[in-house]
């Protein structure tokens, strides 16, 4: 028994060792350890095509040019009005007077009103204007000329204004002055055709052929 006993120990021991040997995966602890998995780098994305950004030129929009603003007209005031107003009175009372003296009375009243306007407004054209055509009825040129050069230069867009420096002309016998006065005049757009026919002070003009191109030339016909 004790020899049997022995044996069975050894056999086990044996055994003990051989399982040791063989490594045996089913023991735990000694399995070989598992090889770490590496997990693959991510894919880099791929690469996109960059559009770079092209300025396309463009054409410059013009601009116009902002159109000069007219002069204002001047204006006169009530009271320098009333002054001229009284003035043409005057010389209505002068045409129909009979007697030489009221005539002239009547006109010397007229260029004081004229003077007292121009006094008050220095700018005022055709309060110039309106005393040259009263000197001219003095046969005072020398005056009107000095009244109608200033009234041109404050006011080179009046019809009435060249109108008068046409006649005033005319009387001198400056036809060719009073020709481009008549053409401005027309220009600006003076409509008194019964003056253009009528009136004395242009009869120098009306005997120069270039008068009559002059109205063609602005669709104006006159009859005698």
């Known amino acids: ?35 770490p998995v590496v997990a693959a780098p991510p894919a880099a994305p791929a690469p996109q095509a960059s559009v770079a950004a092209v300025a396309v030129p463009t054409a410059p929009v013009p601009v116009a040019a902002p159109e000069p603003a007219a002069p204002a007209k001047h204006e006169p005031s009530l009271e320098v009005r009333a002054h001229s107003t009284q003035a043409f009175s005057y010389i209505s009372m002068a045409k129909n007077a009979r007697d030489a003296t009221v005539r002239a009375e009547n006109i010397d009243n007229a260029l004081r009103e004229f003077s007292m ?16 055509v009263t000197y001219m009825q003095l046969k005072k040129f020398n005056k009107a000329e000095d009244d109608l050069r200033k009234a041109k230069e404050l006011a080179p867009d009046s019809a009435s204004v060249r109108y008068n420096y046409a006649s005033l002309h005319s009387l001198n016998g400056n036809v060719d002055l009073a020709l481009d006065e008549i053409d401005a005049a027309l220009t600006k757009g003076f409509t008194d055709y019964d003056a253009l026919r009528l009136d004395q002070d242009l009869n120098n003009l009306r005997k120069h052929p270039e008068f009559r191109k002059i109205l063609e030339k602005h669709k104006v016909f006159i009859v005698k």
């Open 1 to 35: 028994m004790q020899h049997t006993l022995k044996t069975s120990t050894l056999l086990l021991a044996m055994s003990g060792a051989l399982a040791l040997v063989s490594g045996c995966d089913k023991v735990p602890g000694l399995s070989k350890p598992a090889e």
């Open 117 to 132: 306007a121009i006094q008050k407004d220095p700018k005022y054209a055709e309060a110039y204007s309106s005393r040259a």
